[in-house]
């Protein structure tokens, strides 16, 4: 059972990315475990405030380091953890390795920033992985912690039904995935390619490896090593 401990200020917004589909049917086998804290529960006043105004000056807050290192303490008094990941733009760019290596992890606490930030010292006392979710900069951590936990619980084994399906995914070799087509077999004078309908395993497990190295060449020839 893997279980991740999300730190946010808007709990509410994380309820339904994890209600439905896989990410529901993962908890609900048992397989993953998602708790969501209320920053707020662990602000020192009665205000439940949970950030300041920057030292040196400056545009936007900052959130503070009492309410995190509560939240933080509290819940490493209760298990150990893998780790103290902290969703934040300039981290190391999530791929489908780090999910890969993540999904063998046992308890990981999650820390969503808002505004310009959290103070640094959470990061230098707690944080032992700072992860982004692409080059671009939205306004809180919440949807980057959503996307992160979903490429990862949808690997735990167990957690696809069909367990060979994640295999194929792109990213998981160096190959995109190949075209994928349902029914009907014909749409709009669009006609699904003849192989998929031919029944020979062989030869349709070939077309989709060339189709998947031409989408990868065309797409994507970085992934390619030669
Ligand atoms: N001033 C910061 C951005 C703050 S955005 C900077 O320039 O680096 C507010 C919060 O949203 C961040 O603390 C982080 O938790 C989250 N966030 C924003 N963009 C993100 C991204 N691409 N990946 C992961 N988290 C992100």
Same mark, same amino acid.
């Given at each position: 059972m893997m279980r991740f401990d999300i730190i946010s200020v808007l709990p509410d917004l994380m309820q339904s990315p994890f209600a439905h589909s896989i990410l529901m049917r993962a908890q609900k086998k048992g397989l993953a475990e998602i708790v969501v804290h209320n920053l707020r529960d662990y602000s020192n006043n009665k205000h439940r405030n949970v950030d300041d105004y920057p030292y040196g000056g400056g545009s936007g807050m900052v959130m503070s380091v009492e309410p995190f290192a509560a939240c933080i303490e509290h819940l490493q008094s209760q298990r150990s953890y893998d780790d103290v990941v902290f969703m934040s733009p300039d981290g190391e760019t999530l791929n489908q390795q780090i999910a890969n290596e993540f999904a063998v992890k046992g308890n990981i606490i999650i820390l969503c920033g808002h505004y310009k930030g959290i103070d640094q010292r959470i &990061?230098? #006392?707690f944080v032992t992985r700072e992860i982004s979710i692409g080059d671009y900069v939205l306004s809180g951590g919440e949807l980057p912690a959503a996307v992160f936990?979903?490429?990862?619980? &949808?690997? #735990?084994p167990g957690v696809l039904s069909d367990e060979t399906s994640a295999l194929s995914d792109s990213f998981q070799g160096e190959l995109l995935d190949a075209p994928v087509y349902t029914r009907p077999a014909e749409w709009r004078g669009i006609k699904v390619p003849d192989i998929l309908l031919s029944g020979n395993q062989l030869k349709i497990d070939e077309w989709r490896y060339d189709?998947?190295?031409e989408?990868?060449?065309a797409r994507r020839p970085d992934l390619l090593d030669d």
């Open positions: &990061r230098d #006392i936990v979903d490429s990862i619980v &949808r690997l #735990i189709q998947a190295l989408r990868t060449k």
